[in-house]
């Protein structure tokens, strides 16, 4: 189906370990973000990419990376989870930088325990 | 930095009131503002945009409208229905180039039949 898909849905995990969470978008955005979304914060931008591999990093960054290695592809991965990593993650993207609206997909719930 | 609020953060009306909901933002160059709409449990959905040369956007039974001088912008339902239950936020974007967006926390609409 067409749209941006994230894995997955739910996620527990412990503290310490890597975790990478998985977007993939069928329109060929050249735009993808990461956002986590906090009660008390709203959503809070992670990291952006431009285009395949150019990637740089938003307003929370620390304790993550991403890559993106092909268009439709934008992973996020926790190197050593951290109980304050517990949030909902979730992927966006855009087909121009500024003129068109946001798609975002249906979240990946992470708790670390 | 920008910071972006929503009042009320809850609202309960009965279904077939017209009701606004508020979106306040500290700068004022921003490049556009959207609001989005999430359903529990689910992603955001993009419902309107309004560059910042725009004063406001229709959609069905919503208008968006904008006012960058006094930093506000103001989401119009008319006519409410049950469906229309979920959170609204906004977001705005500010002159970076890309879509980097600002969230607003939301608000919480509940409409009753």
């Known amino acids: 189906d067409a749209g941006i898909t994230q894995s997955p849905r739910y996620k527990i995990t412990e503290t310490g370990r890597q975790v990478t969470l998985m977007c993939h978008q069928t329109?060929?955005?050249?735009?993808m973000f990461w956002y986590r979304q906090d009660l008390g914060h709203g959503l809070r931008l992670i990291y952006y990419?431009?285009?395949?591999?150019?990637?740089d990093k938003g307003e929370v960054p620390d304790g993550y990376v991403v890559s993106r290695s092909k268009t439709e592809n934008f992973p996020l991965t926790l190197e050593s989870a951290t109980r304050s990593q517990t949030s909902v993650y979730f992927c966006?993207?855009?087909?121009?930088?500024?003129?068109?609206?946001?798609?975002f997909g249906s979240g990946t719930q992470l708790s670390v325990l | 930095k920008q910071e972006v609020t929503q009042i009320p953060a809850a609202l309960s009306v009965p279904e077939g009131e017209n009701l606004v909901l508020n979106c306040s933002f500290t700068?004022?160059?921003?490049?556009?503002l959207q609001w989005f709409r999430q359903d529990p449990g689910k992603g955001l959905t993009s419902l309107l945009l309004?560059?910042?040369?725009?004063r406001e956007q229709t959609s069905g039974r919503l208008n968006a409208s904008l006012d960058k001088s006094s930093g506000r912008s103001t989401l119009y339902i008319a006519a409410s229905q049950p469906g229309d239950s979920a959170t609204y936020l906004c977001?705005?974007?500010?002159?970076?180039?890309?879509?980097?967006?600002?969230f607003g926390t939301g608000t919480r609409l509940l409409v009753s039949p």
């Open positions: 309004i560059q910042s040369s725009q």
């Open positions: 329109w060929s955005h050249s735009y």
């Open positions: 990419s431009a285009a395949a591999d150019i990637t």
């Open positions: 966006a993207s855009s087909g121009l930088p500024t003129n068109e609206k946001l798609f």
């Open positions: 977001a705005a974007a500010m002159n970076t180039g890309f879509q980097k967006l600002v």
């Open positions: 700068d004022s160059a921003i490049y556009n």
